[in-house]
């Protein structure tokens, strides 16, 4: 059977809408490799790197992979997820407990996360290290703001006056 090329109306897996070019062959959604690689938000060489390792399902058909759409589905929930990892059975950044990673730690005091890192190194912020990663709490990111940022949002307030 010939696939049939729509145009469909379909949610990302970041909740907005965006138009992707899905065959349908059967009753089954097709996706190509450059369309799987959008939707994952990762590029085409990781998309190949799944197929090869067999963490993600795909048919070469001719020259060109098709990807199930509920298969890229379920590869999406089985990915490897650093907001998922675990150490000593417990979630290593755990939101919920206050506990956050150094990148999540950025992004909440809009700073880069290179900072954060010196900030660890040279004690003006309490991190703990949980096997290859930093592990921060909130109380220790709100100290960290109080104490270190929002001196040096002042000081350049002073030298702006």
């Excluded at 799987?36 to 795909?58: E, P, S």
Aim: charged share 30%; no cysteine; net charge positive.
């Amino acid at each position: 059977m010939k696939p049939v090329i729509k145009n469909l109306k379909d949610g990302s897996h970041d909740g907005s809408k965006e138009e992707r070019v899905v065959s349908i062959v059967g009753n089954k959604k097709i996706v190509s490799i450059t369309e799987a690689a959008r939707i994952n938000n990762v590029t085409r060489q990781a998309i190949y790197v799944a197929i090869k390792l067999r963490k993600l399902r795909a048919v070469k058909e001719t020259s060109r992979w098709m990807i199930n759409l509920e298969d890229l589905n379920e590869y999406r929930k089985q990915k490897y997820s650093r907001t998922k990892s675990t150490f000593d059975g417990e979630l290593l950044f755990d939101n919920n407990k206050g506990y956050y990673s150094i990148n999540q730690a950025a992004k909440l005091l809009n700073v880069p996360a290179q900072k954060l890192y010196y900030a660890t190194r040279a004690n003006y912020l309490k991190a703990s290290r949980k096997g290859a990663a930093w592990v921060i709490h909130i109380d220790d990111l709100k100290q960290y703001q109080g104490n270190y940022l929002a001196k040096r949002v002042a000081k350049k307030t002073e030298a702006m006056v």
